[in-house]
């Protein structure tokens, strides 16, 4: 089944998705990528999920200019570090320097994104071990490992093990809600669960939690519309 779109400014391109589970059409629209797809009944004709999604075009047009395109990292680009907003600059010498004036790379312009990734991992992984060692300290626990991967559906996680993941994305988020996430992650050392108890330990060493985990939840989707 060939993937159709609705026409205008710009075009919008449709996925659809047949599913035996499915009793009516559903419409969703990825916070991450902005993809739009349509579930809609195994034996539904394919022209009336298409005109479901005409007559919800205003709303999908609305959603999607609430998220904004995709940002292709590069040099001139705008990017948040810290919950500011930087330009990235071509650089001198042999590492990327911030600074209140910008993000500096050096080398190649084509081979700024992906150098600047691994600059942004590095400063990653040394922020949020250092604020998991700080939480860990505090509830007495202790951790196994610590690793960073790129999520789309989480945050950080912990296994029961003791194995601490977060997304590098992070970096990019204010300071307090890397901490909020790592308090978060550190607290599951405890409480394997989303429990009032958890909660209650994530408050013991975090404190109000409620500002931070409501930024994530209202922005962090942005956070991957940043390409490397």
Request: with cysteine; aromatic share 8%; glycine share 8%.
């Amino acid at each position: 089944m060939s993937d159709p779109h609705l026409p205008g400014d710009p075009p919008i391109s449709l996925i659809l998705r047949r599913s035996a589970q499915a009793k009516r059409i559903s419409l969703r629209i990825s916070q991450l990528d902005g993809r739009v797809t349509l579930t809609m009944p195994k034996r539904l004709a394919e022209r009336e999920a298409i005109d479901f999604a005409r007559s919800k075009e205003a709303w999908i047009r609305k959603h999607l200019d609430a998220r904004g395109g995709d940002v292709l990292v590069g040099i001139g680009a705008e990017l948040p570090l810290g919950g500011r907003v930087y330009t990235v600059q071509s650089g001198s010498g042999r590492r990327v320097q911030i600074t209140s004036d910008g993000i500096f790379v050096p080398g190649p312009p084509e081979r700024a994104g992906k150098r600047l990734s691994a600059h942004l991992k590095e400063l990653a992984r040394d922020r949020l071990a250092g604020a998991s060692d700080d939480y860990a300290a505090l509830l007495g626990r202790s951790y196994a490992r610590l690793s960073l991967r790129d999520t789309r559906s989480r945050w950080g996680s912990c296994t029961s093990d003791g194995g601490l993941m977060y997304s590098w994305r992070l970096i990019m988020a204010p300071p307090e809600v890397l901490d909020y996430v790592a308090a978060h992650e550190v607290a599951h050392l405890a409480q394997m669960n989303h429990s009032s108890a958890f909660w209650a330990e994530v408050a013991k060493i975090y404190g109000d939690y409620a500002a931070p985990r409501n930024w994530l939840r209202a922005n962090g989707s942005t956070l991957h519309r940043y390409k490397f």
